[in-house]
């Protein structure tokens, strides 16, 4: 992302910066923790309320047997 938008600057004429909104990002800790995206909070104030929520459950399969 912040390549293309280095050549477009520097080549193309386009002052242009990069939107970091919704680059995901993790927390190695116990319980771990990962975000993608805006808060909920942001979120509803920047559409007025219109907002849906995901959650999920990541199961780690180190332990399992496949097969």
């Known amino acids: 992302m912040e390549a293309s938008l280095f050549a477009k600057t520097v080549f193309g004429g386009e002052s242009l910066k990069p939107d970091y909104n919704d680059i995901p990002y993790a927390v190695f800790s116990i319980p771990p923790l990962s975000v993608v995206g805006l808060s909920e909070e ?26």
């Open 42 to 67: 942001d979120a509803i104030e920047k559409t007025n309320g219109d907002v849906l929520v995901f959650t999920s459950t990541f199961n780690p399969m180190k332990n399992t047997i496949s097969g």
